[in-house]
């Protein structure tokens, strides 16, 4: 099952010409799931040729403009296919007066069901078969939220030579054993899942974090992640001014990286007043604490692998 996340857009504040506001959609084979919407959002969508009127949920860290001024124009836009599936859209308090309002001003056309929940404590949002997605807070100047997407831990390799050695052929009684099921060997005896599986195999985690103080805590939200994408707004020289505008450095965000012992960061939501060129001083503080970090950049694709 393939996983991987798009960076749509990187830039905080404001859009730049080679940079759109802060958007990341995370694809998880059928499944889309966009976190945050800032202006542009729709631009590197249709340069990616990603099939986004197949959005299952959208992930709001919080209703400033530069995180969900490009939500009106994808609600609008997914009304010109035909869709029965429910679009979700999730995040803190407000953003469900957003999107009504959104669509009474602007008088959308919506064929299809939006359900809006609001967060308001740490928990589990959304979830899936083999999956789930859960919300922790974050400390901005308004109510802001993190996200983390777990897999839930998948079966064991199937061991075909121990299956044969114990009297199970080849066939459909394979599956059955791989799906948890004893099975009867061909001599009568029973023959259990765990005699022929390894152990348990973790599944991959995802996490994104933007608009925050450093807190110790996060790094206990986004333990073990296989991708952080995590903001890294400015540089060290500029702590005090990321303070008081309630934001991250880079080697904070570095520092949440190492605490979490995550695989791999990507810094996001850049201040405008770093040109690319200039993003590389952000790049070298964050390495001297975590060497697993990278810049992200517009229409970047990071893929996430399973680790065995």
Not at 140 to 167: M, N, Q, S
Not at 251 to 274: C, E, F, G, W
């Amino acid at each position: 099952m393939n996983m991987e996340a798009f960076v749509l857009g990187c830039s905080g504040m404001m859009p730049l010409p080679y940079r759109h506001l802060t958007s990341v959609l995370l694809r998880r084979d059928g499944d889309l799931f966009l976190f945050d919407g800032g202006e542009g959002t729709q631009v590197s969508l249709r340069r990616l040729n990603l099939k986004w009127k197949k959005i299952n949920a959208i992930f709001v860290s919080h209703t400033h403009a530069d995180h969900v001024t490009g939500l009106p124009g994808i609600l609008m836009l997914s009304a010109q296919v035909d869709r029965t599936e429910p679009l979700y859209i999730y995040g803190p308090p407000k953003i469900k007066e957003y999107i009504e309002s959104s669509r009474k001003v602007l008088d959308m056309y919506i064929n299809y069901p939006i359900v809006v929940k609001e967060i308001t404590a740490p928990c589990v949002v959304h979830a899936g078969e083999d999956y789930y997605i859960r919300a922790f807070p974050l400390e901005h100047t308004k109510t802001c939220v993190g996200y983390t997407l777990e897999e839930i831990d998948r079966p064991g390799a199937f061991d075909p030579d121990k299956a044969r050695e114990l009297g199970v052929p080849c066939g459909p009684l394979w599956g059955q054993l791989q799906k948890g099921f004893e099975v009867q060997a061909s001599d009568g005896t029973t023959v259990k899942p765990e005699q022929v599986m390894g152990e348990k195999r973790s599944g991959r985690k995802f996490s994104y974090v933007t608009d925050t103080l450093y807190l110790p805590s996060i790094a206990k939200e986004v333990q073990g992640s296989d991708l952080l994408i995590c903001e890294g707004m400015f540089e060290e020289a500029l702590a005090d001014q990321a303070k008081e505008k309630k934001h991250m450095t880079s080697k904070q965000a570095a520092t949440i990286a190492r605490d979490a012992n995550v695989r791999r960061m990507a810094l996001i939501h850049y201040s405008p007043r770093y040109n690319d060129k200039e993003l590389q001083i952000l790049l070298d503080e964050a390495r001297e604490v975590w060497p697993q970090t990278e810049l992200s950049h517009d229409r970047m694709q990071i893929d996430i692998p399973y680790i065995d």
